[in-house]
């Protein structure tokens, strides 16, 4: 469900854009007293966080759990951000599709601040060069 592609970094700055976009779609979410759209719009600013590394290494996706398994084997130092993207993957999976699941203020306030540390995260991950053998 990954495929090797050119690196983007164009690519790879616009997912950041995205990603601070949903972020700012949480915040509002939050202040409306929509705290299951909150953690969706965090789990979305998180999801393009994780696409712009792997544009950046020329990696294309085609499955969430693969970006999860991607950046868990190739970015141990991310392990925390890793973790609650999965955590939120999760979270944003069972809202949309289980059954009266719901989220409560402090669940979008927590995930706004991890959606916002991962972003700055991903950020300082794609100015770098990208490893060698993920160019």
């Not at 069972?94 to 916002?116: K, P, S, W």
């Not at 991903?122 to 100015?127: H, V």
């Amino acid at each position: 469900m990954l495929r090797r592609a050119d690196p983007s970094p164009d690519i790879a700055r616009s997912e950041l854009s995205s990603a601070g976009r949903y972020l700012a779609d949480a915040r509002k979410c939050l202040q409306e007293k929509m705290p299951e759209m909150a953690v969706v719009a965090v789990y979305t600013s998180m999801f393009h966080s994780a696409r712009a590394i792997l544009f950046r290494d020329g990696i294309r996706e085609r499955s969430h759990v693969c970006v999860v398994a991607y950046l868990a084997e190739n970015y141990p130092l991310l392990r925390d951000h890793i973790n609650a993207l999965d955590m939120f993957r999760r979270s944003r999976h069972n809202m949309l599709h289980g059954v009266d699941v719901t989220a409560v203020e402090e669940d979008a306030r927590q995930g706004i601040d991890a959606a916002r540390r991962f972003l700055e995260a991903s950020d300082g991950e794609i100015r770098k060069p990208a490893p060698p053998g993920r160019k």
